[in-house]
C-alpha cells in the first residue's frame, strides 16, 4: 500500500522463480491499446478526456505521446523498439501481527484501491491466504474467508507454519560475523491439500527444523505461497566456519532425498560480510553452488547499492533482537 503499516512486520517481495505468467503477458500484447504503457492512456481518451491531456500524462512519465496518434488498434509488430518491455512476476508475502491491526489495513482507502488492481487476472495469481492465530470471527467472516479464501492451520498440523523470533547465541560477536539471509523456496511434488500422509508432513517439517537447528537461526519464517511451494526464511551470523556451511548444505540435501514430499529447493541467499572481507562470499559461494545450482549466492552490499534488497523489511544486519527488560519474553 502506499502507507506505513505497522500491522504488518513482514512485507516480503522476490523476483519470481516462475516467470511464465510474465511471458504470456508479453505474448498476449499484440496492439498499441494493450499495451501496458499506453492502455490507461486510451482509456481516458475514450472517456472523453483531450488526447492532448493524455500526451502530457505519458510525457511526464517517459513514454512516446507521439503514438497516440497512431490510434489504439494500431498493431505493435512495426514499432517493437519503441514499444519493448519486459513485465516481471513478483512473489509478495505479507504476514500480519493481530486481528484489529489486520481489520483497519483490509479497510484503508489505500488497500481497497490495490486490491482491485492485484488481483486482476492478467496482474495476479490467487493469493494463497493461512491462518496461524485466532483472529475474531467478525474478521474471520468478513474478510479471511470470503475474501482471501483463506486455509486453517488445523489442516496442516503437522506443519505448524509461522514466523519465530530467536535471539542469536550469546558467545557470537555479531561485529565480527558475516550476516546471512537465506529466502529459499521447498517446492513439493503434489499439492499440500492433497497429502493426506502425516507422516511425510511431519518428517518434512522435522527436517525444515533441524536445519534451523543447525545454524542457530534467530530469525524463521516457515509459510506455504502457494499450494505446491513453502517459502523457508531464516537469517543467521556466521563466523567463517566452513563446516557450518557444509552441514548445513548437506542438511538441505538431506530434505530434498529423505522425503518424497519435496521436489527441490531453489531461492536465493543474501550474505552482508563484515569488514568488506569479500572472500567469504566466494567461500559461500563454493560450497553452495556444486549442490544447489538453482540458489543465487548474492553480494548483500552490491545488492543493496543498487536497491534490489528492497523486499527485504526486515534488514539482516539486523541479526539480533532488541529485548525490553520491561518484558517477560516467552518461549512458545
Known amino acids: 500500500t502506499g502507507r506505513d503499516t505497522p500491522c504488518t512486520p513482514f512485507y516480503f517481495f522476490r523476483i519470481s522463480h516462475d516467470q511464465s505468467l510474465a511471458e504470456e503477458m508479453k505474448q498476449s500484447v499484440k496492439t498499441l491499446g494493450d499495451h501496458p504503457h499506453y492502455k490507461k492512456a486510451f482509456k481516458t481518451i475514450s472517456m472523453g478526456i483531450p488526447i492532448e491531456t493524455a500526451k502530457l500524462r505519458l510525457e511526464r512519465d517517459g513514454m512516446i505521446s507521439s503514438l497516440l496518434d497512431l490510434g489504439a488498434d494500431e498493431p505493435i509488430g512495426g514499432h517493437i523498439e519503441e514499444l519493448s518491455f519486459n513485465p516481471v512476476v513478483v512473489d509478495l508475502s505479507e504476514v500480519y501481527l493481530d486481528s484489529r491491526a489486520f481489520f483497519e489495513h483490509a479497510e484503508s482507502k489505500d488497500y481497497m484501491e490495490g486490491y482491485g488492481e492485484l488481483m486482476k487476472p492478467s496482474l495476479s495469481l490467487a493469493p494463497f491466504t493461512i491462518v496461524l492465530g485466532t483472529p475474531e470471527q467478525s474478521i474471520r467472516d468478513?474478510?479471511?474467508?470470503?475474501?482471501?479464501?483463506?486455509?486453517?492451520?488445523?489442516?496442516?498440523?503437522?506443519?505448524n507454519f509461522g514466523v519465530v523470533f530467536l535471539p542469536p547465541p550469546k558467545s557470537v560477536e555479531l561485529n565480527e560475523c558475516t550476516k546471512v539471509l537465506y529466502d529459499l523456496s521447498v517446492n513439493l511434488t503434489n499439492d499440500l491439500d492433497?497429502?493426506?500422509?502425516?507422516?511425510?508432513?511431519?518428517?518434512?517439517?522435522?527436517?525444515?527444523?533441524?536445519?534451523?537447528?543447525?545454524?542457530?537461526?534467530?530469525?524463521?519464517?516457515?509459510?506455504p505461497t502457494s499450494a505446491r511451494s513453502i517459502r523457508l526464511i531464516f537469517s543467521h551470523v556466521w563466523n567463517g566456519n566452513k563446516d557450518i556451511i557444509s552441514e548445513l548444505?548437506?542438511?538441505?540435501?538431506?530434505?530434498?532425498q529423505g522425503n518424497d514430499l519435496v521436489a527441490g529447493i531453489s531461492g536465493q541467499l543474501f550474505a552482508f560480510v563484515h569488514n568488506g572481507e569479500k572472500g567469504e562470499i566466494d567461500i559461500i559461494r563454493k560450497l553452495w553452488t556444486p549442490t544447489f545450482s538453482d540458489i543465487q549466492?548474492?553480494?548483500?552490499?552490491l545488492e543493496e547499492a543498487e536497491n534490489r534488497c528492497a523486499g527485504y523489511v526486515l534488514h539482516p544486519l539486523s541479526a539480533s533482537?532488541?529485548?525490553d527488560s520491561t518484558v517477560e519474553y516467552v518461549k512458545v
Open 142 to 159: 468478513s474478510i479471511i474467508e470470503p475474501v482471501l479464501k483463506a486455509k486453517s492451520q488445523k489442516e496442516y498440523p503437522p506443519f
Open 321 to 323: 533482537l532488541n529485548e
Open 249 to 256: 548444505v548437506q542438511s538441505l540435501q538431506n530434505l530434498i
Open 194 to 223: 492433497s497429502v493426506s500422509d502425516t507422516d511425510l508432513w511431519k518428517s518434512c517439517r522435522a527436517a525444515i527444523d533441524s536445519v534451523l537447528y543447525l545454524v542457530s537461526a534467530n530469525i524463521s519464517i516457515v509459510m
Open 297 to 301: 549466492i548474492r553480494d548483500a552490499q
